[in-house]
């Protein structure tokens, strides 16, 4: 089993940072594309982006140039610098990793989510 826990959530203003943390543990064989996505309220689920472990890219149209997603493979952790962020990117943010726990396959694995509220 893979585990994700994320963090660097909270309360911010509008036009205020953060950076968000997902760390991977557990039976790690193997991680490919590690991805950001969330869900504000009233609305489902949505890609922010993902990178893969040679550390390609891509980005949801509508929040690029805000938000950047990076990666640390040696720590098996993915990161995402929210910035210029509005009451509109409120919501849960969630991890996600495709990953090889060893037993010869990969499979998705998610966090439980960290809060962004972006409020004055």
């Known amino acids: 089993q893979v585990h994700l826990l994320e963090s660097g959530g909270g309360l911010v203003q509008p036009g205020g940072s953060l950076r968000l943390s997902c760390e991977a543990s557990?039976?790690?064989?193997?991680?490919?594309?590690m991805a950001w996505y969330r869900q504000v309220p009233g609305k489902q689920r949505e890609l922010v982006a993902r990178i893969t472990s040679g550390g390609s890219t891509n980005y949801a149209d509508s929040l690029k140039g805000r938000f950047t997603i990076s990666r640390d493979n040696a720590k098996n952790t993915v990161y995402m610098q929210l910035s210029s962020l509005k009451p509109e990117d409120t919501g849960v943010y969630y991890c996600?990793?495709?990953?090889?726990?060893?037993?010869?396959?990969?499979?998705?694995?998610w966090g439980q989510g960290t809060e962004v509220a972006v409020s004055s």
């Open positions: 996600a990793a495709d990953a090889d726990d060893g037993r010869g396959y990969y499979r998705a694995y």
């Open positions: 557990g039976s790690i064989f193997s991680i490919r594309t």
